[in-house]
């Protein structure tokens, strides 16, 4: 028994956190891939750009302003993995802050494309009947999806630390690694809409 | 919807959602359902309905009674202790033809103090399925469920 905020805070956080679901967590997992475990707040900014960006098109999609079709953000979300996957290799072992803001950026950008694909979830979950509530409504399942993005980036982070203190994996060859596998679970998941 | 569990991650989400409202005026609990029609049609079919054809050009004749008979089976409330019957008031399509609007109502309820909900709708279907139901007895507040395979039942005190 729970009420409105609880719950649609308890439906954000389990929609981005769905291991079925997982294309959210890839594009998270690549967009911390290139951020040491010290530059923790940087990552907690770039997910808050990333929240911005998704709750905007959240927004206008709930409002019924525009609407997505689903297969089309299918198909971008795994672009947005792909392209960040392989801005993290381009990139020089040092960074200067101005590459560092074009992160926030791509991550605000890129929420625009993931808030198209959760306005089709949080749309099954309105009713008639309780308009009234919307802003609240929408406010809990937003917070509730940086919730558990903080979650996920958090636990990339961790295992960044391990790596790197425990296994002795350079910066570099990390970034790397996790951004390989990103891409290649992108990859996975362009080529399956077409099949 | 297309199907790819398991394998694709297709956002697709097995969710339905459940409004019940006490009207005090006209002395009746009004509900409110939506659910996605391609479950809803599997759910029936698992328990032996033929495919209906809900809400397309194709639907059958007895469509909404079988429809009904379903709901029977996997919706129950309970009004102050005493089972209830609710009656089918109709049903209309989302306007992105992908679910369906369906209406009941429970007749002559001159006050609600204790109201029990077991709504297992569709939740055989889908280990994943969730059932977010909601309740509104005025004066009290909106009340949210989450119902599922694991907890289908709710029961709501209303006592003063």
């Known amino acids: 028994m729970d009420s409105l905020f609880t719950t649609y805070l308890q439906l954000g956080f389990e929609h981005i956190s769905d291991p079925k679901a997982y294309d959210h967590i890839v594009f998270l997992v690549a967009l911390c891939a290139i951020y040491r475990p010290q530059e923790w707040k940087r990552v907690l900014l770039l997910v808050t750009a990333f929240t911005i960006g998704h709750s905007l098109t959240l927004l206008l999609a709930v409002l019924d302003i525009i609407r997505f079709p689903g297969s089309v953000i299918e198909l971008l979300i795994p672009i947005t993995i792909l392209a960040t996957a392989f801005y993290n290799v381009s990139q020089p072992a040092e960074r200067g802050p101005q590459a560092m803001r074009w992160n926030y950026a791509f991550a605000l950008f890129f929420g625009f494309i993931h808030g198209m694909g959760f306005s089709n979830y949080l749309r099954a979950l309105l009713m008639p009947g309780e308009e009234g509530q919307l802003w609240l409504q929408l406010l809990a399942f937003n917070l509730g999806i940086e919730l558990g993005q903080i979650m996920i980036v958090a636990c990339v982070l961790l295992l960044a630390g391990l790596a790197f203190g425990l296994l002795r994996v350079k910066a570099a060859a990390w970034n790397q690694f996790v951004s390989g596998a990103a891409a290649g679970i992108a990859l996975t998941l362009l080529l399956q809409q077409w099949t | ?160």
């Not at chain 2, 339905?16 to 509900?31: D, G, P, T």
């Not at chain 2, 429809?67 to 089918?88: D, G, I």
């Not at chain 2, 204790?114 to 059932?131: G, K, P």
């Open chain 2, 1 to 160: 919807m297309a199907y790819g569990e398991g394998i694709v991650p297709t956002h697709e989400f097995h969710l339905s959602r459940c409004h019940i409202n006490y009207n005090v005026a006209e002395e009746a609990l009004q509900m409110t359902l939506h659910l996605f029609l391609d479950d809803l049609e599997d759910a029936m079919l698992r328990e032996g309905i033929d495919i209906q054809f809900l809400c397309t050009e194709k639907e059958k004749e007895d469509a909404e009674k079988q429809l009904y008979r379903y709901l029977q089976m996997h919706f129950q409330l309970r009004v102050n202790q005493q089972a209830v019957t609710y009656e089918f008031v109709g049903k209309e399509v989302s306007d992105d033809l992908l679910g369906v609007w369906v209406y009941l109502e429970v007749k002559e309820v001159d006050q609600v103090s204790a109201l029990t909900i077991s709504n297992r709708l569709i939740l055989d279907l889908h280990a994943d399925q969730r059932n977010i139901t909601s309740v509104l007895v005025p004066p009290g507040k909106q009340t949210y469920l989450i119902l599922d395979r694991y907890k289908s039942q709710e029961s709501l005190n209303y006592a003063q």
